[in-house]
């Protein structure tokens, strides 16, 4: 087995100090690996992710237990933008871009974190667009007027001009065309398998997921409940219906 890079223990949140949002949520992820975090609408994904990055809204919502390990150290309530120098980057739910910049300037964004030369910055460019062609083609296009399926790549390609060693994506499927999404999880699937890149993507639309992760984890209410390799998890027909609330 590859060498656990996340490990999340015991992990519970309450928002506004009333709305237990996760109870015991536990998993790993090794270096290298796709791990898929599945669940219904209002299970927890969003929650276990903000909390990894330490991205829950501030004063409103708090890690109340457990322990969350980044390639060995303990990272939880560490600054989101000291995780992202470490290597583990977000993607945010939603498309997170800058509307009114172009869609190469919202890249150069992803890199500021960095002390990156212009020669740098400009490799790393080339390589977003090898994995995404169509950013090439918008390159000088303002994010806001594309469209969906290319905002989210604008937005993945921001993230990975931050060089991350763990990238993790909130619902990187909502809302887009089959066909997109296919793209995407195609350039993602590309960038693990060529780069190494770790990817921890919670998803809504499980069978998009399951078929391009090794291994998926399905929260229910707040609990992390089953766990399993993506092929384990597509033979079970079961789980559809009763834990991702799909048919
Ligand atoms: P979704 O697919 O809708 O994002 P999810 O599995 O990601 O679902 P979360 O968004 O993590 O689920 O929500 C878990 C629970 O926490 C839900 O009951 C939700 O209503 C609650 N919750 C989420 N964000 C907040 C917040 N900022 N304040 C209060 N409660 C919240």
């Known amino acids: 087995p590859p060498e656990t890079q996340l490990s999340l223990e015991g992990i519970a949140v309450v928002y506004n100090r009333a709305i237990h949002a996760l109870h015991d949520v536990g998993f790993s992820v090794g270096a290298g690996e796709i791990v898929a975090l599945l669940g219904a609408n209002g299970a927890g994904?969003?929650?276990t992710l903000k909390a990894v990055s330490n991205l829950l809204p501030a004063e409103r919502g708090q890690i109340t237990r457990g322990s969350i390990l980044f390639e060995g150290e303990d990272i939880a309530r560490q600054r989101t933008s000291g995780l992202?120098?470490?290597?583990?980057?977000?993607?945010l739910e939603g498309r997170h871009c800058f509307r009114a910049l172009t869609v190469e300037e919202n890249l150069v964004t992803g890199a500021l974190g960095r002390d990156a030369s212009h020669r740098e910055i400009r490799d790393d460019l080339e390589r977003v667009y090898a994995h995404f062609p169509r950013l090439k083609e918008k390159r000088r296009t303002t994010a806001g007027l594309t469209?969906?399926?290319e905002q989210q790549m604008t937005a993945i390609g921001r993230a990975l001009m931050s060089r991350p060693r763990l990238l993790v994506l909130d619902e990187p499927s909502m809302g887009l065309a089959p066909l997109v999404v296919q793209d995407i999880f195609t350039a993602l699937k590309t960038l693990n398998a060529e780069a190494g890149l770790t990817i921890l993507v919670a998803e809504q639309n499980s069978?998009?997921?399951?078929?391009?992760?090794d291994r998926a984890i399905v929260l229910e209410n707040g609990h992390s409940v089953l766990e399993g390799t993506a092929a384990e998890l597509r033979a079970r027909e079961d789980i559809k219906a009763f834990y991702l609330g799909e048919s």
């Not at 992202?84 to 993607?91: D, E, K, S, T, W």
């Not at 069978?207 to 992760?213: E, F, M």
């Open 147 to 149: 469209s969906g399926g």
């Open 84 to 91: 992202v120098r470490r290597g583990l980057v977000q993607v």
């Open 207 to 213: 069978t998009v997921a399951l078929r391009h992760a």
């Open 45 to 47: 994904k969003s929650t």
